[in-house]
């Protein structure tokens, strides 16, 4: 199994659920779930639980630091940088699940300087591929960057948090983007026309979802395409983007279609109250692609 190292956010998740359509301006009745979330920690939990034992490389505070324990329960190696507040992430969904609005308070994120990393360089050096997430600070997206050549798989998180791979993106192998991100960074709408000038930039391979309309991945020698209607209702949508790349990248090192298995785990998320299906398996997985 090849070893894989992810480098980015690990936040509390307040998950909020509303029983009806939301009242903006009021108190809506509902439900609300506390877990682990954070889009390299959403990534790597899934690939643990996946069986490829992957390294996660983050902040926590003393908050958080149950979630060492949990980590060692499904196999995910943790280092981390101590810090004041563990970064936290408040999601609001409508009854259908549809996530309404969100808050990532994320400022603990801007510590995780290229100092830290530095010391555990041979971690990083020893790594086949090292994901990342747009929750970095600029400066340690460049030092990853700049001092390691090794195949990056970035996820951009937002369109937001994109602008901080504007000048990085010909370092980048492969990249999960959504419509609006990629909208941000090549200023077209068209999935055909996003993967085209991304291909065109130097990234080897783009992975672009499209919501429930499907996913693209686009290289130099194919443009593929998949949809799978879920027929299954939604109860949160929180963290399904994290489950489709992690499904991605745990396909492409065990043969396996990318776009079928990403939208697999994509499907399985969206079923879960929290943000990773606590049901993935590798066994799972393969029995599903069966099907």
Known sequence: MKKIVIIGGTNIDLLAHSDQDIQLTDSNPGTLIKSYGGVARNIAENLA??????????????????????????HLNVIYQEVDITPTYLAVHNHDGQLMVSIAAMKAMDKFQPSFLKKHHQVIIDADIIILD?????????????NYKKPFYVDLISSAKAKKFYNYIPFIDTIKINALEGKEITGHSD??????VL???????????????????????QVSYYQKPLHKPIK????AGDAFYAGVIYAEIM?????????????????SDQTVNKHVSAAKIYSLLKE
Do not use: W
Not at 134 to 146: G, K, M, Q, R, S
Not at 199 to 221: E, P, Q
Not at 256 to 262: A, E, I, S, W
């Open 49 to 74: 639980r996946l069986g490829c034992e992957p390294t996660l490389i983050t902040v926590l505070g003393k908050d958080a630091f149950d979630f060492l324990d949990f980590a060692k329960e499904i």
């Open 191 to 196: 999935p055909h026309q996003i993967g085209q």
């Open 255 to 271: 043969g396996y279609d990318p776009l079928r298995t990403g939208t697999i785990m994509a499907h399985l998320s969206l079923q």
């Open 134 to 146: 747009a929750n970095l600070p600029v400066e340690t997206i460049e030092y990853l960057f700049t």
């Open 236 to 239: 949160n949508d929180t963290g």
């Open 199 to 221: 291909l065109n930039k130097g990234i080897r391979s783009v992975y672009l979802t499209v919501g429930k309309d499907g996913a693209y991945h686009f290289t130099l020698d």
